[in-house]
């Protein structure tokens, strides 16, 4: 039992290394986008990231209020993604960046953080969970504000910049639930 708790807390401690090393890599490149299909593919994977951790947070996690961050995350999100969907279909969209299709599915980066929450153990569970969250929102806040201030659509960028203070406030949320 000892060797599997061992083995557990140093995959735990690899795990949250790579998460934090894809976090400021990830913040890094966000920083940089400033096309729509880059801002699109980013902000989809951004949103799936955070609704699939939010359905594995309200399954796992033991705290109420990380299992109301959770459902604010899955509704949130989800606005989120029908709204970039809307403006996806919108012909100013189309006529200043052609059709542009979000992604279907995780980047290896984000299915790799949520392997990462799936193998956590139950008493590591809401930490990891905050702990990814609060690295994924700061990804988030710097490609909304990299995007919405010098994207090159302007109907994107400004639900880029719509969409940022909802990410602020998820951000803040985060952080201060890490402090209890």
């Known amino acids: 039992m ?3 708790e061992k083995h557990g807390g140093l995959r735990g401690a690899m795990d949250k290394v790579t998460d934090t090393v894809g976090g400021v ?3 890094a490149s966000a920083a940089t986008v400033s096309s729509a299909d880059a801002f699109v593919e980013n902000a989809a994977i951004g949103n ?3 609704i699939e951790a939010a359905r594995i947070a309200l399954q796992r996690s033991r705290s109420d209020d990380v299992r109301m961050l959770a459902r604010m995350m899955i509704d949130d999100h989800t606005t989120s993604t029908n709204q970039m969907m809307s403006a996806l279909r919108s012909s100013e969209v189309t006529r ?3 059709a542009l299709k979000p992604p279907a ?3 290896a980066r984000r299915s790799s953080m949520i392997d990462h929450l799936q193998k956590a153990e139950d008493a590591d569970f809401d930490k990891r ?3 990814q969250q609060q690295m994924a929102h700061a990804e988030t806040e710097t490609l909304l504000s990299s995007y919405g201030g010098g994207g090159d659509n302007p109907q994107l960028a400004s639900l880029a910049r719509s969409a940022l203070p909802m990410v602020q406030r998820h ?3 985060v952080e201060r639930m890490m402090q209890r």
């Open 2 to 4: 000892a060797k599997k």
């Open 25 to 27: 890599m990830g913040q």
């Open 48 to 50: 799936m990231y955070e």
């Open 96 to 98: 200043l960046s052609g």
């Open 105 to 107: 599915s995780l980047d």
């Open 129 to 131: 969970y905050l702990d």
């Open 171 to 173: 951000k803040a949320m």
